[in-house]
């Protein structure tokens, strides 16, 4: 009982409920590549827990491992060894069927080169992944214009990508990243394409989304823009470096 009375849970009970809090665990993560006769150690045993609502950024030298741990990360790649279970499921060993549904409902993806679909208006970009999903065409634009406006694009619905500057680009990709209600959003360099002032008002637009409760974990050069983060993983030659945790 603690002072007030109130029973306090058990050691087990707590452990429980820390356990489902953790989205992503991953334990001796390596990949390796192979190029002719050349073998490369592109990540040497990564683990780490990410647990609901983290604000990761990644950060490390060029051919540190970054993007390769992020692509394991998002199911678009498989790990050579190691293990990894996502919501406390083991992603080893699952069908392309499985990977591919997980890819669509459970992860969103934000690139550097945003990556929309050049011929298709900023509405179909977004509902895109619901097409995937199954749902219906009106419930998809409805679906898609909430979260337009959420990013601040209710103005830009019927805009196609070559009509959006750089950041309402971003943007665009970050709502079709999240028209799924992810459990995590990936983000590769999502500033890297962008000017100084553009990059500070998408890292506000992430800050934001994590203040709502959304789990984010990115990818940057910048340390500008990893500070943004709440914690910040330094890779090096392929494996965790530094884990720093900070105030804020
Ligand atoms: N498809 C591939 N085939 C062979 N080697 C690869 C492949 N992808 C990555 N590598 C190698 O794996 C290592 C890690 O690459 P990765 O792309 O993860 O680095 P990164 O940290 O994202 O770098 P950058 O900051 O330049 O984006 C590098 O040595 C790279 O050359
Ligand atoms: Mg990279």
């Not at 080893?92 to 409902?105: D, Q, V």
């Not at 823009?225 to 890779?235: C, G, K, Q, S, V």
Request: charged residues 25%; proline residues 4%.
């Amino acid at each position: 009982m603690s002072a007030a009375g109130i029973p306090e849970p058990s050691p087990a009970a707590a452990e429980g409920r820390a356990l489902s809090d953790v989205i992503i665990r991953v334990e001796g993560l390596t990949k390796t590549y192979r190029l002719g006769s050349e073998t490369v150690h592109a990540l040497r045993g990564v683990s780490l827990d990410i647990r609901r609502n983290e604000y990761l950024a990644v950060m490390g030298p060029s051919g540190s491992g970054k993007s390769t741990f992020m692509n394991l990360i998002g199911c678009l790649d498989v790990p050579s060894g190691g293990q990894y279970w996502l919501n406390g499921q083991p992603v080893a060993g699952l069908s392309e069927e499985s990977l591919a549904r997980i890819r669509n409902r459970e992860i969103g993806f934000v690139f550097q080169s945003f990556n929309l679909l050049p011929r298709a208006s900023a509405l179909d970009n977004v509902g895109l992944p619901l097409i995937y999903a199954g749902v219906r065409k009106r419930e998809r634009r409805e679906r898609a214009a909430v979260l337009l406006d959420r990013v601040g694009l209710g103005a830009r619905k019927d805009h196609r990508p070559n009509e959006l500057s750089g950041g309402q680009r971003q943007r665009v990709a970050i709502a079709r990243a999240l028209v799924t209600h992810p459990a995590l959003l990936l983000a590769d360099e999502p500033t890297g394409a962008l000017d100084s002032k553009t990059g500070e008002e998408i890292m506000a637009l992430f800050d934001e989304l994590h203040a709502q409760g959304q789990t984010l974990m990115l990818v940057t050069h910048e340390q500008d823009i990893a500070e943004h983060a709440h914690r910040i993983l330094f890779l090096k030659d392929g494996v965790i470096e530094r884990d720093d945790r900070r105030q804020k």
